[in-house]
C-alpha cells in the first residue's frame, strides 16, 4: 500500500461509501416521491409511511453569532436550510478539508524528501558518515578482543505456536458454533422427549472435535517450522484492504436492510 498506485484502489472504494451514504440519507425522499414500496425482510408486507424532509433551523446558530465578531455571516444567513443543502455543505466541507490538509500533509512531506534525500547525497554528509562508521568497527573490534561468546540458543518454538493456533481456532469454532445453533434455536436449548435438552454444548463438542481432528492432521510444528523456508511472498496490503472495506461496506448494507425493515 505504500506503492503511488495504491490510489487506484482507495479511490473507489471512498466513492462507493460516499455514493452509499448519500443514497442511505436520502432514500426515504426518493421513495416517497416515487411512490416505491417498502422493502421488507420480515415476510409480510410493509405499507410505506409518507416522509417530509424537515428544514432545519438556523436561528439559534444565528443568535449566537450575532453577539461576536461574525453579525454581518449572521446577517447573511437564511433562517431555514433544507436538509439536502445542507448535506451537500457538509460534504464540501468534510472532502474540502480532506484534500486541502492532504494536500499540504503532501507538499510537506516531498519537501522534507527532498531536504533529506539532498542531504544525504551531499559530499560532506558521505564523508561524515564514513567517518562514523570507522570509528564503530573500531569501537567493536577492541570490545569484541578478549571476549569469549557462547552460541545463541534457538528460539523456535513450533509447539508453542501449534498450541496458540489451536486455541484461536477453537475460539472462533466456538463463537461460529453459536451463531448457527441461535439461529435456529434462540435460547440454546430444546424440548426432548419431555426434557428441557442443552444444545449448544453438544454441538460444539462436535464441531471441536471436527476441528482438532483436522488441525491434528494439517496443523503440525514441521509444517510452521518449513514456513519460513518455503515462504516468500509479501503479504498482500491491498488484498487486506479490499477485504476490509468490503466488509465495512456489508456491515453498512444489511444496517441500511435493517433501517428499511424497521421503517
Known amino acids: ?5 495504491s490510489w487506484k484502489t482507495w479511490l473507489p472504494l471512498l466513492g462507493v461509501l460516499v455514493v452509499f451514504a448519500v443514497v442511505t440519507a436520502v432514500w426515504p425522499t426518493l421513495a416517497n416521491a416515487f411512490s416505491l414500496p417498502s422493502i421488507s425482510f420480515g415476510g409480510g408486507s410493509s405499507t410505506p409511511v409518507p416522509y417530509e ?37 457538509v460534504a464540501g466541507v468534510i472532502i474540502g478539508g480532506i484534500v486541502v490538509v492532504g494536500g499540504g500533509l503532501s507538499f510537506i512531506f516531498r519537501l522534507l524528501s527532498g ?26 573490534k577492541k570490545m569484541r578482543d578478549g571476549r569469549t561468546i557462547d552460541p545463541m540458543p534457538s528460539h523456535k ?28 434455536f434462540p435460547e440454546g436449548v430444546t424440548e426432548l422427549n419431555g426434557e428441557i435438552v442443552n444444545v449448544t454444548t453438544p454441538a ?34 491491498d488484498f487486506m484492504a479490499v477485504l476490509i472495506t468490503g466488509l465495512v461496506i456489508l456491515g453498512l448494507g444489511i444496517g441500511f436492510m435493517v433501517y428499511i425493515n424497521a421503517g
Open 115 to 140: 531536504i533529506r534525500d539532498n542531504t544525504i547525497e551531499s559530499q560532506a554528509y558521505k564523508t561524515h558518515q564514513s567517518a562514523l562508521e570507522q570509528r564503530q568497527r573500531e569501537q567493536i
Open 204 to 237: 460444539f463438542g462436535v464441531a471441536a472435535l471436527i476441528a482438532l481432528i483436522i488441525m491434528g492432521i494439517r496443523l503440525r510444528p514441521q509444517r510452521l517450522e518449513a514456513i519460513d523456508t518455503t515462504d516468500f511472498n509479501k503479504i498482500p496490503w
Open 157 to 184: 518454538m513450533p509447539r508453542w505456536s501449534v498450541l496458540s493456533n489451536a486455541l484461536i481456532t477453537l475460539m472462533f469454532v466456538g463463537f461460529a458454533t453459536m451463531v448457527v445453533v441461535r439461529n435456529f
Open 1 to 5: 500500500m505504500n506503492r503511488p498506485e
Open 53 to 89: 424532509p424537515e428544514p432545519i433551523h438556523l436561528e439559534a446558530l444565528k443568535t449566537s453569532l450575532a453577539a461576536g465578531p461574525l453579525a454581518s455571516v449572521a446577517a447573511a444567513l437564511p433562517d431555514t436550510l433544507s436538509p439536502f443543502v445542507a448535506l451537500g455543505v
